[in-house]
């Protein structure tokens, strides 16, 4: 049965009002200094539906780097750039069940291929796919794909985000030089991380997030414009990945409470979507021990059970 957005809307404030106390059962990332300042109380939300009406709640105005969510549109654009075949010669197709920034199956297992895009490594060998003559070439083509996304141009590379991650970030040095020597990664390392870093970096309101959403809920057509952003196919590919290991080692759980397309990131935001019908942004910066906003998630299991969202 199609969402009923009217009154989903009606009762929006009331469920991030009761969802906000899960904030206190989670703590901001630290390891990227510059996010430690994030309020751990702050729970927003942004719906958009296809029709084109939106709803907000919350602190959705506030501003959020992407992280982690920014692997499902580089992939998208990696995808667009290379072809499929090229792409996946080079990360597999499989969740790790390991945390996201693991070591561990780059060696144990298929040496030096990363199991999937949406973990770090994975990601870093994507960042490298993405075409333009300099890093600050690619950066700004992938910049430039998420305000398409977005619907707007306000989305923008947050500087103290990106310096604060490039200056602390040895685990993602690490991997990228493992990648490297295994020949995986083909380019260097450093212009390879000053991308990834970057793409980390965006910065976006529940808002955009939400749009951007929506498109790949419309399987890669803006519904406002009627344009295609990138091909059904690669749609289809990113909603996979997110249903498979949009929330890293907790993403069979959240395929159980939740059942949608997903993928969040450090900062605390979580892309979302309801194939067919609706886009979904949420920022609420305090995580679980898997990495996963807290009080994001109980708000997305709420809607799921009253609106009967699972796909499964
Ligand atoms: O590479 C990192 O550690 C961050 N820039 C992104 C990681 C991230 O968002 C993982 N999320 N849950």
Redesign the pocket.
């Known amino acids: 049965m199609p969402t009923d957005f009217s009154d989903l809307t009606h009762r929006l404030p009331a469920w991030v009002d009761a969802c906000r106390v899960h904030t206190a059962q989670g703590s901001v990332a630290t390891?990227?200094p510059e996010l430690a300042h994030a309020p751990r109380h702050a729970l927003g939300i942004t719906l958009h539906h296809r029709s084109g009406k939106s709803v907000s709640a919350g602190d959705s105005d506030m501003r959020f780097t992407l992280?982690?969510?920014s692997k499902v549109f580089t992939l998208l654009l990696a995808l667009m750039d290379r072809g499929e075949q090229a792409v996946f010669e080079k990360v597999g197709m499989e969740p790790t069940g390991d945390v996201?920034?693991s070591m561990l199956k780059l060696e144990l297992v298929q040496p030096g291929k990363p199991f999937n895009p949406l973990i770090?490594a994975g990601?870093i060998v994507i960042s490298s796919l993405i075409r333009g003559d300099t890093p600050e070439h690619k950066s700004q083509r992938i910049l430039g794909f998420i305000r398409d996304l977005a619907g707007d141009d306000s989305a923008a590379f947050n500087e103290d985000v990106y310096r604060s991650?490039a200056a602390t970030?040895n685990?993602?040095r690490s991997l990228a030089y493992f990648l490297k020597d295994n020949k995986v990664l083909d380019a260097d390392v450093e212009p390879t991380l000053d991308v990834?870093?970057r793409q980390?970096?965006i910065e976006v309101t529940c808002a955009q997030v939400a749009r951007m959403g929506l498109v790949l809920a419309s399987d890669g057509v803006d519904p406002a414009t009627g344009r295609e952003l990138f091909p059904k196919r690669f749609a289809r590919i990113a909603k996979s990945f997110m249903v498979t290991c949009g929330m890293?080692n907790a993403s069979g759980e959240f395929a159980i409470q939740v059942g949608i397309p997903a993928k969040?990131?450090?900062?605390g935001g979580i892309l979302a979507l309801v194939p067919g019908e609706l886009g979904i942004g949420i920022i609420s910066p305090a995580?679980n021990d898997k990495?996963?906003s807290t009080a994001g998630v109980h708000l997305l299991r709420q809607l799921s059970e009253q609106y009967d969202w699972s796909m499964f």
């Open positions: 390891y990227i992280q982690s969510i996201f920034n770090n990601a991650e970030a685990r993602n990834y870093f980390c970096a890293y969040s990131g450090v900062a995580l990495g996963n």
